[in-house]
């Protein structure tokens, strides 16, 4: 079947069939190349759909890795039983999907990236991560145990792991697809992990006391069997700078990860932002966060290319935290703080009034911040432990 892209208005049949075979005859390495790079600027999405013009092209640019075409810059907003919305941080592109096949499941949460993590829903619950876009799904053998619910999560693919922190015990557990059991790493509160991002080939965290700790994964081959056992271990990569009473915060921002800290006792504190050097593993002081906008919150962080989204201000900081309203309802506390020139502003989010008293937010700055602050429950802890 011949691409069927559209060509010069008013062209006879026999110059459309001519086009048409010219396009899906392309060399296999240009259409590898204009592939590579939709993927690079607009994500899985664009290339997805670039993938279905023509078998020639879906050929070309197909891959045999089970974790290839991997999500990383979509988040994961709303669920509303099978129906989720994403947006393109990159991009400001959002989308809505329907997915059937979530019915199937016990939803867990979702990765940074827009990866969906699954249970089987009979014991023994085996943990599945779907790729939203691509319908391919890893399967584990593990099961997680009764978490509560899911803070933060995610996916390498070389090798094949899923990394959770758990928003119960603030403790970090890996798998990965053969693994019998989710290996647990438990830590005393003083250096309790609170946010996680995967960055280059490592999975790096940051805990109370502003310290970044990294993920090594090794492989070595069982003997008697093809199979690799893949052994990690957990280092302090860049020590803690004596934030003993900061919030931390870890994020990765346009190509860069970045460390933001604010002191907890003082809530219009002025935040300090670094980018974190891997490679020489240290902390280099950051006066401008350009175009972006980064949303914190006290379960996830965000961020954004303000550019491509409107009334969202570049360069700007949004903290998200909890507050008590005067009748005890729920709230929060968006304080926008703008980096270059060090001022800020607060906005009282009331989300029991928020558009009517829908529960639904209003504005974008809303929608981001109520991503920062949402957890995702355990649907198998809600249904086998009712409150």
């Not at 890795?65 to 129906?83: I, M």
């Amino acid at each position: 079947m011949p691409c069927t892209l559209s060509t010069q208005r008013g062209a006879r049949p026999a110059e459309e069939t001519a086009a048409n075979k010219g396009w899906s005859s392309l060399p296999d390495d240009l259409v590898i190349k204009v592939g590579d790079c939709l993927l690079a600027d607009n994500d899985i999405y664009s290339h997805m759909n670039f993938r279905a013009v023509c078998p020639s092209w879906r050929s070309a640019t197909n891959e045999a890795k089970p974790g290839c075409f991997q999500p990383s810059k979509w988040a994961l907003l709303d669920r509303h039983d099978n129906v989720l919305t994403f947006v393109n941080v990159e991009t400001g592109q959002f989308l809505v999907k329907n997915i059937p096949l979530l019915r199937k499941y016990f939803f867990v949460g979702a990765t940074g990236g827009g990866m969906i993590i699954l249970e089987e829903p009979t014991p023994p619950n085996q943990v599945r991560v779907l790729n939203p876009f691509t319908g391919l799904i890893l399967r584990f053998k593990a099961s997680l145990p009764t978490i509560g619910w899911v803070s933060e999560a995610a996916v390498t693919t070389s090798p094949i792991m899923l990394f959770v922190v758990s928003g119960k015990a603030g403790n970090v557990m890996w798998a990965d697809e053969d693994s019998e059991h989710f290996q647990e790493f438990g830590v005393a509160y003083r250096n309790t992990p609170l946010f996680m991002a995967p960055f280059g080939r490592k999975v790096y965290l940051s805990d109370q006391e502003g310290s970044i700790l990294s993920f090594t994964v090794t492989s070595a081959t069982e003997e008697h069997s093809h199979r690799s056992a893949h052994t990690i271990s957990m280092a302090t990569t860049i020590p803690s700078a004596g934030h003993f009473a900061w919030d931390c915060y870890l994020m990765r921002s346009g190509g860069e990860l970045l460390l933001v800290t604010r002191p907890w006792y003082e809530i219009h504190g002025k935040p300090v932002v670094r980018r974190v050097d891997t490679e020489r593993n240290g902390l280099e002081m950051v006066t401008s966060i350009g175009n972006r906008a980064l949303f914190l919150g006290d379960a996830k962080c965000l961020s954004i290319d303000a550019n491509k989204l409107q009334g969202i201000e570049g360069g700007c900081i949004y903290f998200v935290d909890p507050v008590v309203t005067a009748d005890n309802g729920r709230a929060s506390l968006m304080t926008n703080f703008r980096v270059a020139d060090q001022v800020q502003d607060d906005i009282i989010l009331d989300l029991a009034t928020m558009a009517g008293g829908s529960h639904q937010p209003f504005t974008l700055a809303q929608v981001f911040a109520n991503y920062c602050r949402s957890i995702y429950s355990s649907e198998r802890e809600a249904l086998t432990n009712p409150r």
